[in-house]
């Protein structure tokens, strides 16, 4: 089974508008990551924040984590149409398997 | 910029046929990962490699799955005999992580191979 879960499954909005993103997780974690997946396409990672971390920044991504409710969100600011994919959250522990949600899919209306 | 590399990209079979996937990660890149990916969820771990040892397994259907990364470097993921629920995404990433110990880095992913069992 997946340990981490993405809500909402599907988030529609507007050009400029913001995206926000959440993630639960069930057991403990080092590290957890986002990644971005276009249609039918290999994912690619946005950003990684370990478990001693609260918060990141990467461009027009901020990440938080916060490990005692086992939970992340990915916030995409004056998001674009381009940003139209899906967000995947993935956690890891010792020996580095990874495990991912379900994912999030975003649509980002021009 | 290096990429994973994976071949081929689109694979249609009819069940009980045998089929092979071929994953080549980046440079360097001591630990390789197969992922399959069904249609509206997230990827699931198959096979773990570190160098040419697998060290995770576990989801991976040994009845009719086989990897193997003999020189670790590229990697070979084959079904024997491929059935109807096969049909997916199957995803090669590296990362220069060494297994159990040191940092954790970012996993890098191939385009993936659509494999379509009939």
């Known amino acids: 089974s997946q340990q981490g879960e993405e809500d909402p499954q599907a988030l529609s909005i507007q050009e400029g508008e913001n995206a926000t993103m959440n993630c639960s997780y069930k057991?403990?974690?080092?590290?957890l990551q986002w990644y971005r997946q276009n249609s039918g396409r290999g994912l690619v990672h946005l950003i990684l924040?370990?478990?001693?971390?609260r918060e990141k920044h990467s461009g027009r991504l901020r990440v938080t984590l916060d490990t005692s409710k086992k939970s992340s969100s990915l916030l995409i600011t004056a998001s674009r149409a381009a940003d139209t994919a899906s967000y995947f959250c993935?956690?890891?522990?010792?020996?580095?398997?990874?495990?991912f949600g379900a994912g999030t899919r975003l649509f980002v209306k021009a | 910029e290096a990429e994973v590399a994976q071949s081929p990209r689109y694979k249609i079979t009819e069940k009980s046929q045998a089929v092979a996937f071929w994953c080549d990660p980046i440079?360097?890149?001591?630990?390789l990962y197969w992922y399959r990916q069904i249609l509206g969820q997230g990827p699931e771990l198959l096979v773990q490699?570190?160098?040419?040892?697998?060290v995770d397994d576990s989801q991976l259907p040994k009845d009719r799955f086989s990897a193997e990364r003999l020189k670790g470097v590229d990697s070979t993921l084959k079904i024997q005999p491929a059935e109807l629920g096969d049909s997916a995404m199957y995803l090669c990433?590296?990362?220069?992580?060494?297994w159990g110990t040191g940092p954790f880095y970012e996993q890098y992913f191939g385009p993936g191979t659509r494999l379509t069992v009939t």
């Open positions: 990433a590296s990362s220069s992580s060494t």
């Open positions: 440079s360097g890149h001591a630990t």
């Open positions: 490699f570190q160098d040419e040892s697998v």
């Open positions: 057991t403990s974690i080092n590290n």
């Open positions: 924040i370990r478990s001693n971390e």
């Open positions: 993935a956690t890891s522990r010792g020996g580095f398997k990874t495990i």
